[in-house]
C-alpha cells in the first residue's frame, strides 16, 4: 500500500503560479512513476504530467511550456510548479503513483484561477 498526501492547491489569478506538493509514504520501494492528473467540473479526468523514478517527465501538450513536475526521490515527494496558470486549467489535481500492478491516487486539491 502507497499512501499520498497533497498540499498546495488554492486560487490564483490568471497568469499566477502555484506549486503542487504530493507525499508518499508506505511500500514507496514499489513506486515506478508519479505525477498529477486532474479533473474539472463536468469533465473526464485528464493527465496533467507523470515523472518516472528515473525522472523522465511527460507532459499533456495543454501545460508544456507552462508547468513543470519534479520529484525528490530521497523525500517521496512529487512536486508540480503551474506557471502563466489559465482559467482553462482551473480543476480538482490528483496525485497518482504508479506501483507494480496498480495504481494509488491522493485525495485531491483544488486550483482555482480567476479574477
Known amino acids: 500500500q502507497v499512501q499520498l498526501v497533497e498540499s498546495g492547491g488554492g486560487l490564483v489569478q490568471p497568469g499566477g503560479s502555484l506549486r503542487l506538493s504530493c507525499a508518499a509514504s508506505?511500500?514507496?520501494?514499489?513506486?515506478?512513476?508519479m505525477g498529477w492528473y486532474r479533473q474539472a467540473q463536468g469533465k473526464q479526468r485528464e493527465l496533467v504530467a507523470l515523472?518516472?523514478?528515473?525522472?523522465?517527465?511527460n507532459y499533456a501538450d495543454s501545460v508544456k511550456g507552462r508547468f513543470t513536475i519534479s520529484r525528490d526521490n530521497g523525500k517521496n515527494t512529487v512536486y508540480l510548479q503551474m506557471s502563466s496558470l489559465k482559467p482553462d486549467d482551473t480543476a480538482v489535481y490528483y496525485c497518482?503513483?504508479?506501483?507494480?500492478?496498480?495504481?494509488?491516487w491522493g485525495q485531491g486539491t483544488q486550483v482555482t484561477v480567476s479574477s
Open positions: 497518482v503513483c504508479f506501483s507494480t500492478g496498480t495504481q494509488y
Open positions: 508506505g511500500s514507496i520501494f514499489s513506486i515506478v512513476a
Open positions: 515523472i518516472t523514478k528515473s525522472l523522465t517527465p
